[in-house]
Nanobody
Framework: QVQLVESGGGLVQAGGSLRLSCAAS????????MGWFRQAPGKEREFVAA?????????YYADSVTGRFTISRANAKNTVYLQMNTLKPEDTAVYYC?????????????????WGQGTQVTVSK
Protein backbone atom coordinates (compact mmCIF):
# COMPACT_ATOMS: atom_id res chain seq x y z
CA GLN A 1 0.00 0.00 0.00
CA VAL A 2 1.38 3.38 -1.02
CA GLN A 3 1.71 5.90 1.76
CA LEU A 4 2.81 9.53 1.57
CA VAL A 5 3.41 11.37 4.83
CA GLU A 6 4.06 15.10 4.88
CA SER A 7 5.80 16.96 7.69
CA GLY A 8 7.43 20.31 8.35
CA GLY A 9 4.45 22.62 8.33
CA GLY A 10 3.86 25.24 10.98
CA LEU A 11 3.41 28.90 11.77
CA VAL A 12 5.94 31.38 10.40
CA GLN A 13 6.10 35.14 9.96
CA ALA A 14 6.02 36.71 6.53
CA GLY A 15 9.47 36.63 4.99
CA GLY A 16 10.40 33.46 6.81
CA SER A 17 11.16 29.96 5.57
CA LEU A 18 9.94 26.42 6.02
CA ARG A 19 10.98 23.10 4.53
CA LEU A 20 8.31 20.51 3.93
CA SER A 21 9.14 16.83 3.61
CA CYS A 22 7.13 14.00 2.13
CA ALA A 23 8.19 10.45 2.95
CA ALA A 24 6.95 7.77 0.58
CA SER A 25 6.56 4.04 1.05
CA UNK A 26 4.86 1.15 -0.68
CA UNK A 27 6.34 1.29 -4.16
CA UNK A 28 9.51 2.17 -5.98
CA UNK A 29 9.80 5.87 -5.26
CA UNK A 30 12.40 6.63 -7.88
CA UNK A 31 10.13 5.62 -10.79
CA UNK A 32 7.54 8.30 -10.12
CA UNK A 33 7.23 12.03 -10.44
CA MET A 34 6.29 13.89 -7.27
CA GLY A 35 4.25 17.02 -6.83
CA TRP A 36 3.20 19.50 -4.19
CA PHE A 37 -0.24 21.08 -4.18
CA ARG A 38 -1.94 23.37 -1.70
CA GLN A 39 -5.46 24.25 -0.69
CA ALA A 40 -6.49 27.37 1.19
CA PRO A 41 -9.87 27.64 2.95
CA GLY A 42 -12.65 28.22 0.47
CA LYS A 43 -10.36 27.72 -2.52
CA GLU A 44 -9.65 24.89 -4.91
CA ARG A 45 -6.53 22.79 -4.64
CA GLU A 46 -3.78 24.36 -6.72
CA PHE A 47 -0.49 23.20 -8.16
CA VAL A 48 2.67 24.40 -6.43
CA ALA A 49 5.62 22.40 -7.78
CA ALA A 50 6.55 19.07 -9.32
CA UNK A 51 9.70 17.15 -10.04
CA UNK A 52 9.92 14.61 -12.80
CA UNK A 53 12.02 11.51 -13.05
CA UNK A 54 11.63 10.07 -16.51
CA UNK A 55 13.62 11.93 -19.13
CA UNK A 56 15.77 13.63 -16.58
CA UNK A 57 15.17 15.66 -13.47
CA UNK A 58 12.95 18.61 -14.34
CA UNK A 59 11.27 20.92 -11.86
CA TYR A 60 7.98 22.71 -12.54
CA TYR A 61 6.64 25.62 -10.49
CA ALA A 62 3.52 27.69 -10.27
CA ASP A 63 4.14 31.30 -11.24
CA SER A 64 3.18 32.42 -7.73
CA VAL A 65 6.09 30.52 -6.12
CA THR A 66 8.79 30.70 -8.80
CA GLY A 67 11.98 32.08 -7.35
CA ARG A 68 10.84 31.45 -3.77
CA PHE A 69 10.16 27.71 -3.57
CA THR A 70 12.44 24.83 -4.54
CA ILE A 71 11.40 21.22 -4.98
CA SER A 72 13.96 18.44 -4.66
CA ARG A 73 14.03 14.71 -4.09
CA ALA A 74 16.29 12.21 -2.33
CA ASN A 75 15.57 8.86 -3.89
CA ALA A 76 17.77 7.02 -1.40
CA LYS A 77 15.51 8.34 1.37
CA ASN A 78 12.24 8.01 -0.59
CA THR A 79 11.62 11.63 0.24
CA VAL A 80 10.66 14.77 -1.65
CA TYR A 81 11.19 18.24 -0.20
CA LEU A 82 9.72 21.67 -0.71
CA GLN A 83 11.94 24.50 0.48
CA MET A 84 9.82 27.60 0.90
CA ASN A 85 11.54 30.95 1.29
CA THR A 86 10.26 34.51 1.52
CA LEU A 87 6.88 33.24 2.59
CA LYS A 88 3.84 35.46 2.19
CA PRO A 89 0.46 35.39 3.97
CA GLU A 90 -1.11 34.21 0.72
CA ASP A 91 0.99 31.04 0.95
CA THR A 92 -1.15 29.97 3.92
CA ALA A 93 -2.77 26.63 3.05
CA VAL A 94 -2.72 22.92 3.64
CA TYR A 95 0.11 21.49 1.54
CA TYR A 96 -0.18 18.04 0.01
CA CYS A 97 2.35 15.85 -1.74
CA UNK A 98 1.35 13.38 -4.42
CA UNK A 99 2.96 10.91 -6.78
CA UNK A 100 2.36 10.58 -10.50
CA UNK A 101 2.84 7.29 -12.28
CA UNK A 102 4.19 8.34 -15.68
CA UNK A 103 7.31 9.84 -14.13
CA UNK A 104 6.97 12.95 -16.26
CA UNK A 105 5.26 15.18 -13.72
CA UNK A 106 2.16 17.30 -14.19
CA UNK A 107 0.47 20.50 -13.05
CA UNK A 108 -2.90 18.72 -13.03
CA UNK A 109 -4.06 17.20 -9.75
CA UNK A 110 -6.19 14.51 -11.40
CA UNK A 111 -3.09 12.99 -12.99
CA UNK A 112 -1.65 12.07 -9.60
CA UNK A 113 -2.29 8.65 -8.15
CA UNK A 114 -1.67 8.88 -4.40
CA TRP A 115 -1.88 11.74 -1.94
CA GLY A 116 -0.67 12.45 1.56
CA GLN A 117 -2.85 13.73 4.36
CA GLY A 118 -1.49 17.27 4.17
CA THR A 119 0.43 19.59 6.46
CA GLN A 120 -0.73 23.05 7.51
CA VAL A 121 1.38 26.09 6.66
CA THR A 122 0.34 29.39 8.21
CA VAL A 123 2.14 32.63 7.37
CA SER A 124 1.37 35.59 9.60
CA LYS A 125 1.73 39.23 8.58
Amino acid sequence: QVQLVESGGGLVQAGGSLRLSCAASGRSFSNYAMGWFRQAPGKEREFVAAISWRGGIIQYYADSVTGRFTISRANAKNTVYLQMNTLKPEDTAVYYCADEGSGLGSRVASEYDYWGQGTQVTVSK
